[in-house]
């Protein structure tokens, strides 16, 4: 079965701090896709980021980066410097394949990201 | 469109009733996906489309809630005799491609059974 695992209910921190979202996802797919969305106030889901099953590098985007370790199943996400609307909560998702066109996604269960000024 | 369009955004209903959810995907978009996202369960995948047909509806929780869509583009979500369980955000996502592609999700629609 598939599962992922954000232990981090909420977090608070004070603005220009970095902050690490950590996810930890249990599958026995040999190919999949793990995804950062983010939920704002607002609700919509905002996609952020995406890596594969068979590529570890890990990547800076702007603020953001992301740690992928297959040996130990986590896919970490750090926002550098953070910001006040970086408030919201952040799932992580695990994706597997459905037919040739679609996927099934899992989502964790959330953190919510405070940031205060 | 734009984007993901779902309407209505709110909804209230009384328990037993049958209400009905439409998403609006992206132009072009052949995936479509609804989710349903409560306090209680986090966000549960429900039905899978690919065009008009559903090749996956495992995430339906009950035969009361359908789902069609129509023209490879609007969707509805039935829901039939509404309990008081069934009180969630309901969100729509497109993708233009298969596996691998990342949703865009619509705002959601707020279903609360009284």
């Known amino acids: 079965a598939q599962k992922v695992t954000q232990a981090q209910t909420e977090i608070s921190v004070v603005e220009k701090e970095d902050v690490t979202l950590d996810c930890v996802y249990e599958t026995r797919d040999t190919t999949y896709y793990l995804f950062w969305y983010k939920q704002p106030p607002s609700g919509e889901l905002v996609f952020l980021i995406r890596?594969?099953?068979?590529?570890?590098q890990n990547e800076i985007s702007g603020r953001y980066s992301w740690n992928f370790q297959k040996s130990t199943s986590s896919f970490n996400f750090t926002i550098t410097a953070s910001q006040v609307v970086d408030s919201a909560v952040y799932f992580c998702?695990?994706?597997?394949?459905?037919?040739?066109?679609?996927?099934?996604?899992?989502f964790g269960p959330g953190t919510r990201l405070s940031v205060l000024p | 469109g734009a984007g993901v369009s779902q309407s209505p955004s709110n909804k209230v209903t009384e328990k037993g009733k049958d209400v009905e959810l439409r998403c609006d995907p992206i132009?072009?978009?052949?995936?479509l996906y609804w989710y349903r996202q409560s306090l209680g369960q986090g966000l549960e995948f429900l039905i899978y489309?690919?065009?008009?047909?559903?090749?996956?509806k495992s995430g339906l929780p009950s035969d009361r809630f359908s789902a069609e869509r129509t023209g490879g583009s609007v969707s509805t979500l039935t829901i039939q005799r509404t309990q008081q369980e069934d009180s969630a955000v309901y969100l729509c996502a497109s993708s233009l491609g298969g596996f691998g592609y990342g949703y865009t999700f619509g705002s959601g629609t707020r279903l609360t059974v009284v």
């Open positions: 132009s072009g978009h052949t995936a």
């Open positions: 890596r594969n099953s068979f590529d570890e």
């Open positions: 489309f690919q065009g008009n047909s559903a090749p996956d």
């Open positions: 998702a695990l994706s597997r394949e459905i037919d040739n066109y679609g996927q099934n996604f899992v």
